[in-house]
């Protein structure tokens, strides 16, 4: 199998990055050389994982391999979530409108608030005190 054979996509979410190969196939999916199962151990976070398949109906349909790094558990589904989406649109143009709206190929781009000097956190203040 060549690199021109695999349809590429890079998916992010918070401080994760996720750069998806697909390749028609049997439904396998391979994260940072893990089973999808062992990686992602939680059944809704499979589940929100898998929604760019199951909206498209191509769960069976390809063989995806992932590099997922950076960030947390959660953001790495997100990541992966959204580069499998992305992938899904390079190889079938009209599967564009059913995934855009149900919205998984926006980028979700909340990311964690950064501290501010003089304070203890990015919202959080010192006690005032007037006198």
Known sequence: MTDS??????GRRKES????????GSGKITVNSKEFEVYF???????YV?????VTSTLDKYDIKVNV????????????????????????????SVLKESSMLTRDARVKERKKPGQ???RKRFQFSKR
């Open 17 to 24: 990055t996720a750069q998806v190969r697909m390749v028609s």
């Open 69 to 96: 790094k950076g960030g947390g558990k959660m953001g790495q589904a997100g990541a992966l979530r959204h580069g499998i989406a992305r992938a899904l649109v390079k190889c079938d143009a009209n599967s564009r």
């Open 50 to 54: 898998t929604q760019p398949l199951q």
């Open 120 to 122: 203890p956190g990015a």
């Open 41 to 47: 151990p939680i059944e809704p976070m499979r589940g």
């Open 5 to 10: 054979d695999y349809i590429w996509a890079t």
